[in-house]
């Protein structure tokens, strides 16, 4: 659907020309699209467009170095054996990026091994070309590209969704490493869990007890969990103080920190001089739920005192307690059992388990085997040290690390996540995913790095960080590293040519002439002007002449031919500086075409089983809108716009298309209306359906009333 399922008058009339041709065929390398693109590499401005392709390759293949290639090429196709021709398209093979194959239109380099043929020649542009027109589901027609939306739909989306979902992979791949490096990778379990397999891998009972604590616990004080000071501020939180307020009142207090509870300093003096015994919170005037909004604040020997109340409470009283917090753990009989771990979790107290670093970070349960506390967690006791029994300290301090380490854990409460624990799943039973020692291993992250980023030594993803763009699946039609390096070649091999340096592969002086070039040469191979004179049986190339000597077979000859073309290759690329950037943009060339084909095989995508459908076409107008939000270099917007057939309205139309979704986006953001979409919602017309309801005469029919 186009942008939030509206369509507007360019998709409507993008659609029409699509899928219907109307205003002509919008996929046609027809000239007229106002572009002027600089090449960063090249430095030359141009039109990268499908007819900037196809005029640029006709005007390369024009040269005369190009048709004497392609004379020989059809020469060589037509009588020599498959081993012959073999053996020209090899002629590149081996010799690295430092000859000059462009003379003879093969393929060069790593490019030869993806697109040279098991047998016969494999020409550069020909190929290209054809390979282009099947990208737009189409044909080549007296040199230009005739396209065919029903089936370059297709395309597109098989190439846009390998690009969109392999990027996220990649990109994930190259952040992964990352992944917890400022801390510890705390295993699989953990963090599927978000944590709190930490605490328990016995999730279900952990959910159990978590759901009879009510208010007991404050998760977004979970550092202070077992503070008597932290559970009095619960409870007050709660509601009200209930059977603690008298507690707390008796409570026995420093005059040195009197002040700082709340006291004032005449309060304070007053109450010294007239109590001959220890000052009480009730002597001082301070309200016992001031002293439980300080809570954890509250002095650890002040803190002892609460716990000490907390432990004198009846059975009565305790069980006022638990219905302020809305506790109904049946274990805790105590108040004491209140800030006691074992009595809150009962269930799973024996699988609770916390962070513990030692030679390296793991977990440890928090009780041993025989229920006392590990004592590995000793000095975690510290920050209650006065405040509880020691045990109750250390417990209460490993277990509040274990909690956490839960990200987010401030902000929920007991209900949430008791409902979230209660669902949760481990990796139980998978430990090659429990057992990872790091969140993704190296060698998943070299697959997505390494095998989606090169093959047969062709970089694949030419975006930034290794990501792919869509003109690395079907760029060459749009120009994508091809326009470009053509442009640049026709020029140079022009200097070439008009210098006479070029004349050393296509000039014909004579088949015993050593100014023949060596093209020629073949031609007159193939032509049998070195077959053996009876009674003569060898094959003999006069001296000076390329490949010149005496040879017993005929394909002995052609092969010293061959290894005639491979020297000048070489002699010619050292002595031309042109002939090094001609062979530069066609390494280039070549390693898009190579890059295209490998991308391809990868998705299966076969250019030449592609179905023609005509809602191929529909639906690629219905995505133009979001096409035209990819404005990456090389994205779908670029592309589109490079395809697209400027002399016909719905080439001209879907690029209206995504200049329209790019302006509603931006739009949107400053809170303006764009009136452009039209309604798409069909007048009603309800279906009769069988009733799925009683009426009341229906109901009493079938009710048992004895």
Known sequence: MACGGAITATVLTAGAGLAGNVGGNPLESISGAPLNITDATTGLSGSPTMAGLTSVQSAVQGLP???????????????????????????????????FSAGFDVFSGDALSV??????????????????????????????????ASKFGSVLGAAEGFVGSSNQMISAATNAASSFSGGTFPGMDAISTGGLSGVTNALPDFGTDLGKLGSTVDFS??????????????????????PMYDKVADIKIDPRIAGSLGGSLSTVTNAIANKTGGLTVKDLGISASDIAQLGPALPNNVQGQIYDAFGDLSTTEVADVKGILKNTQTGITNGADLMNPQKLFPTSSSTLTAPLRTASVGERAIYTANGSVNEEFASLGTALAGALPEDLAVANGALARSFGQIKGIEKTTPETLTAAVNSLETNKDLPLVQNQTQYVSDDVVNYWKTTYGTDSNIQLATGPNGTFSVSDVIGYAAGYNSFAPLQQNQILMQELIDSGAMNVFYADNGSSSSNTGILIVMDYFIAGAYDPIAPATDYIIPAGVYGAGTYATQEDCWNGIIAAAKQLMQDFYNAHSQAQTIQANFKRLQEQQAREKLIRSKIDLDLDVVPANTNNAVQLAANLPNYGLDTS??????LLERVMNFSSTGGQASVAAMREARNIDKLAEANIVQDGPIPTTPPSNPGSLLSGTYTVAEADAIIIRN
């Open 65 to 99: 170095n190009m048709a004497a290639v392609t004379n020989t090429v059809s020469g060589i196709t037509s009588s020599l054996p498959a081993s012959y021709q073999q053996s020209f398209s090899n002629m590149a093979s081996g010799l690295g990026d430092n000859v």
């Open 221 to 242: 004080s979970i550092g202070n969990l077992g503070s008597p000071g932290q559970l009095l501020k619960n409870m007050d939180t709660a509601g009200n103080l209930g």
């Open 115 to 148: 697109m040279g043929a098991s047998s016969g020649i494999t020409n550069v542009l020909p190929t290209g070309l054809e390979n282009a027109a099947k990208v737009m589901g189409g044909s080549v027609s007296a040199g230009n590209i005739v396209g065919n």
């Open 633 to 638: 270099a090389g994205g779908t917007a670029e």
